[in-house]
Nanobody, 126 residues
Framework: QVQLVESGGGLVQAGGSLRLSCAAS????????MGWFRQATGKEREFVAT????????YYADSVKGRFTISRDDAKNAVYLQMNSLKPEDTAVYYC???????????????????WGQGTQVTVSS
């Protein structure tokens, strides 16, 4: 069992930056593919970014490509989401997610992840 705890959300003006962190329990963190999703009020949860286990391979939603960067520190059991040039439409609850098994392709659907954090609110004002 893996527990995920997000932090770093908050209120920021458009054009600003935030860095989200996700701390994970467990001894084999490096074996997990980690992702970030977000859910705005009244909308479905959507894929933001993922970083593949035992690698630096990263994939992004088109809406955040070039502005957000996902990274991981396996020694610290942590994954990060650096968010730059934030827009009001980035406002959402952001969730960290983990997948324990390998998958052919890019895991970009919520049902492809096994573990979830409680979420952290990001609000971007215009």
């Amino acid at each position: 069992q893996v527990q995920l705890v997000e932090s770093g959300g908050g209120l920021v003006q458009a054009g600003g930056s935030l860095r989200l962190s996700c701390a994970a329990s467990g001894r084999t963190f490096g074996s997990y593919t980690m992702g970030w999703f977000r859910q705005a009020t009244g909308k479905e949860r959507e894929f933001v970014a993922t970083i593949i286990s035992w690698s630096d391979l990263t994939y992004y939603a088109d809406s955040v490509k070039g502005r957000f960067t996902i990274s991981r520190d396996d020694a610290k059991n942590a994954v990060y989401l650096q968010m730059n040039s934030l827009k009001p439409e980035d406002t959402a609850v952001y969730y960290c997610a983990g997948r324990s098994s390998s998958l052919i392709g890019v895991p970009s659907r919520p049902d492809e992840y096994d573990y979830w954090g409680q979420g952290t609110q990001v609000t971007v004002s215009s």
